[in-house]
């Protein structure tokens, strides 16, 4: 009689086995990807310095607007101004903060690593974040919560084209880098290192509405931190899913873009009307 060769190892029957010290060890069990690395933290000292750099840094540009205002310079000026006041000092922090306790690496730390296919995610996060806006807005005018706009006083100085220019650049690239950088960088990677992922969303969200209060809208400002509450979360959600900040500032530059493409061009008005 001919003997038959033996199984192959990698197509013979699951079961169980012994290495070679007598400890059981399964046989040719179904190989699985393994599980994704945990989501990358940072300690909370990080936020919280970030939390009060940015707000002293928005207090200190309110206050040195209100003290040049009378001189009269270009509104341009003021735009480059503000914008360094305001956000320089959170950038600052954040690369001290990344040397101090992170890699010394900021955009590996903050999970600023582009890709091609953080294209084709900002319009998806993009949109998705205005279906939520949307939603919001339905909700709190239903039940008559006061929302104001921040972007008054936009349409009466877009006749200055240097004007126009300075707020492009501050609120299409400058302000979508340093706020997704600060909230959904280094804040909530944070909190993630003490908090599950629900509270870890909430409050990087309303940690970013209400760095955009401005006392001059009085009751307004409750509507309007809701609303980018909201938006901060559906920012979060993403930047938390995808691991990575890239594809949240390209959605928070479109955001702020369409915005402002709006209310330049009119339209805005045309729609009220």
Not at 32 to 41: D, V
Not at 93 to 111: F, K, P, Q, T, V
């Amino acid at each position: 009689m001919t003997a038959l060769p033996p199984p192959s190892p990698s197509t013979g029957a699951v079961g169980w086995d012994r290495n070679d010290q007598a400890q059981p060890v399964q046989r040719n069990a179904p190989q699985f990807a393994p599980p994704p690395p945990p989501h990358a933290t940072l300690p909370i000292p990080v936020a919280i310095g970030a939390i009060a750099v940015l707000t002293a840094s928005l207090i200190a540009s309110k206050l040195l607007l209100d003290a040049l205002v009378g001189l009269e310079w270009p509104v341009a000026v003021y735009v480059a101004l503000l914008t360094a006041v305001g956000y320089g000092p959170s950038i600052a922090w954040c690369i001290y903060a990344s040397r101090r306790w992170g890699s010394g690496h900021l955009a590996r730390d903050a999970g600023l690593t582009p890709k091609w296919s953080d294209l084709g995610w900002a319009p998806v996060i993009w949109l998705s974040t205005l279906g939520v806006q949307a939603a919001v807005i339905a909700i709190i005018t239903a039940i008559d919560i006061p929302i104001s706009s921040n972007t008054d006083g936009v349409t009466e100085l877009q006749a200055d084209r240097t004007y126009v220019v300075a707020i492009v650049i501050a609120a299409v690239i400058a302000a979508p880098l340093v706020e997704e950088i600060v909230f959904r960088g280094v804040v909530m990677r944070a909190l993630l290192s003490k908090m599950a992922v629900a509270p870890t969303l909430a409050i990087q969200g309303v940690l970013f509405g209400l760095a955009h209060v401005d006392p001059v809208r009085g009751v307004g400002n409750v509507g309007l931190v809701i609303v980018l509450t909201a938006v901060g979360c559906s920012f979060g959600a993403a930047a938390y899913w995808l691991r990575r900040i890239g594809p949240t500032v390209l959605a928070h530059a479109i955001y702020n873009g369409v915005v402002l493409t709006v209310i330049l061009s009119g339209l805005a008005d045309r729609l009220q009307s």
